[in-house]
């Protein structure tokens, strides 16, 4: 599986992003998706997660309520939007795949797939 993410750049603190991730090579709906963040210097974080289907979704604590995680399997992509921005939200987003069960925990060594990264900077 392939995955394309796109839709990054620089906004201002408060402001709202959605980032988009496309995948080809495999059956999309197999594959349970999330999105993680690196911002210079620290580690790879999870930001949040959905399940196959699309039903359920999960958050880091310092997005729930701002981000919003969604997908269209008919388009195979997944969203994150992003609103109410701040700065510590400054990062490179990764879309990523697993092929686990939503309620499953999701972390760098369960991920089969990896985009390659989009740049997000908010300015204050």
């Known amino acids: 599986v392939q995955l394309q993410a796109s839709g990054g750049g620089l906004v201002q603190a408060g402001g709202s992003l959605r980032l988009s991730c496309a995948a080809s090579g495999g059956t999309f709906s197999w594959y349970r998706m999330g999105w993680f963040r690196q911002a210079p210097g620290k580690e790879r974080e999870l930001v949040g997660r959905i399940s196959r289907s699309g039903g359920s979704t999960s958050y880091a604590d310092s997005v729930r309520a701002r981000f919003a995680i969604s997908r269209d399997n008919a388009k195979n992509t997944v969203y994150l939007q992003m609103n109410s921005q701040k700065p510590e939200d400054t990062a490179v987003y990764y879309c990523?795949?697993?092929?686990?069960?939503?309620?499953?925990?999701?972390?760098?060594?369960?991920?089969?797939?990896w985009g390659q990264g989009t740049q997000v900077t908010v300015s204050r």
């Open positions: 990523a795949a697993d092929s686990l069960g939503f309620a499953q925990g999701m972390g760098l060594m369960t991920i089969e797939y």
